[in-house]
């Protein structure tokens, strides 16, 4: 699974979270993960955006990202080097574990989980 990530930067107030991230997927389809932190500075999904499948909304459902993983990836966004593998690995599999909570559809169209 070949993604490249960014940070992203809304250049507007209507997606309010604690970051943001742009991935282009191998078939060229773009999603917006918006994310937030909670008090023990754990990451979760407060939405995301799939090209051909519009905003979902997860409402607080989504499973937290491990403490550590967490660490990780807020790490690599300060550092500006989100797109290496590690970080990859570190998104494909919190997909993975929220694939229930998310659109199925979107998420083995994008390739962002396994069938």
């Known amino acids: 699974m070949a993604i490249k990530v960014s940070v992203n930067e809304w250049k507007t107030n209507t997606r309010p979270c604690d970051f943001s991230l742009s991935l282009t997927t191998e078939r060229g389809g773009a999603v917006f993960a918006d994310f937030e932190l909670d008090c023990e500075n754990c990451v979760t999904f407060r939405r995301v955006s799939f090209d051909g499948y519009g905003c979902y909304e ?58």
């Open 58 to 115: 997860t409402n607080g459902e989504c499973t937290r990202m491990s403490a550590d993983d967490s660490d990780r990836l807020i790490s690599a966004i300060r550092l500006n080097e989100v797109n290496n593998e590690h970080v990859h690995d570190i998104l494909l599999q919190y997909f993975e574990v929220n694939r229930d909570f998310l659109w199925r559809d979107a998420l083995i169209e994008h390739r962002l989980i396994d069938l």
